[in-house]
């Protein structure tokens, strides 16, 4: 039996490097793997689907998905933990990670292909992780002219279309600027050291520090976010952290900074967009239609979103009861969402 895990990944993948930073932090023994046809044998072996990120675990045992890979990671591997242990916390990093892997996937994979070149940096370097070292140009050039080629035409998963770009790009651009903000006075989300939010957010931050465009967004107006960045590549727990209630902040010195975040970004974007995919998957609709703030919003419902916010609200019904919590929710929007209304009857 293998003595330590092994993660198949890609780094252009922000959910792959998420898992990644999670086993550096907690100092956990792993092999990085980067899928390739190589390893294609070993690979399917233990995956369901084919996507990354792939956990093995000592016990062989496969694992895809990377929040309950995340989960699952905790709960073995308690510390460093890097879930706060008391409420509002708690909560406000699961609701933030959940929001980085669903909406902030969008501005990752819209801004990684809308623009030439972008796709052109993403193909390239997708392809040389794919290809053998042998291989030449010819072959770099023709194997990242087939994956632009197929990824430019998927664009529309994330919702990213000429209809919504300006929108998600604005959320991008807002988002940088709140996280600035917050990011000046503190290490990272919830105080001095990671929480789940900041794994999950960091996984597509990090990919769009890798493409030209957002790149470029980030280091001409967020300093504070690229030493986070850069942070949460290999994380370093210090040895206070062996005591789980140590490194996080009062609610009372985050909230200048947070509530912004949690009202225009999650409130006001990422909810009423994920509420309105899941009654689309309820009716049967091809297509669903909402105005968010900022603009109008169409695109195909997707299955997978629907299941993550019945997760996330099942997460919080089974949260104990705190008024403290349930305040700051309510007072940036987010409750209307989490508690959401039955439709009202057909006429």
């Not at 890798?210 to 942070?231: F, K, N, Q, Y």
């Amino acid at each position: 039996m293998p003595d330590r895990y092994r993660l198949f990944g890609s780094e252009l993948s922000p959910y792959s490097v998420k898992v990644r930073s999670v086993l550096r932090y907690k100092g956990v023994p792993h092999q990085w793997v980067v899928r390739t046809p190589a390893h294609r044998e070993e690979f399917e072996r233990y995956a369901k689907l084919p996507l990354v990120p792939l956990l093995v675990t000592p016990e062989e045992q496969g694992m895809q998905d990377s929040t309950p890979i995340v989960l699952a990671l905790e709960a073995a591997h308690p510390t460093p933990r890097i879930n706060p242990p008391a409420q509002p916390l708690a909560f406000l990093s699961l609701l933030l990670e959940e929001f980085a892997d669903e909406w902030g996937n969008k501005w990752m994979f819209h801004y990684r292909w809308a623009r030439e070149v972008d796709q052109h940096s993403a193909s390239q370097r997708i392809a040389e992780s794919l290809l053998p070292p042998e291989a030449d140009e010819n072959q770099i050039a023709a194997t990242a002219a087939e994956i632009r080629e197929r990824m430019v035409q998927r664009v529309w998963f994330v919702g990213s279309s000429p209809q919504t770009a300006p929108l998600i790009e604005r959320s991008f651009r807002d988002a940088l600027g709140l996280l600035e903000r917050h990011l000046e006075s503190r290490r990272f989300l919830f105080g001095d050291r990671p929480a789940l939010a900041d794994f999950g957010l960091w996984g597509q931050l990090y990919e769009c520090w890798s493409d030209p465009t957002p790149h470029g967004l980030i280091a001409e107006s967020a300093p504070a976010v690229i030493a986070w960045i850069e942070r949460l590549l290999s994380p370093k727990a210090r040895p206070e952290h062996s005591d789980g209630a140590v490194g996080w902040e009062p609610w009372e010195h985050l909230e200048p900074t947070l509530e912004p975040l949690l009202r225009e970004q999650v409130a006001e974007l990422f909810l009423p967009w994920s509420d309105a995919n899941a009654r689309a998957l309820e009716r049967g609709d091809d297509e669903f239609s909402i105005d968010l703030t900022g603009g109008a919003w169409t695109q195909r419902p997707q299955k997978y979103h629907a299941k993550s916010l019945a997760t996330l609200r099942r997460a919080w019904l089974e949260t104990p009861q705190h008024e403290g919590l349930r305040q700051i929710l309510d007072d940036t929007g987010c409750l209307a969402w989490l508690e959401p209304k039955p439709p009202p009857p057909a006429a």
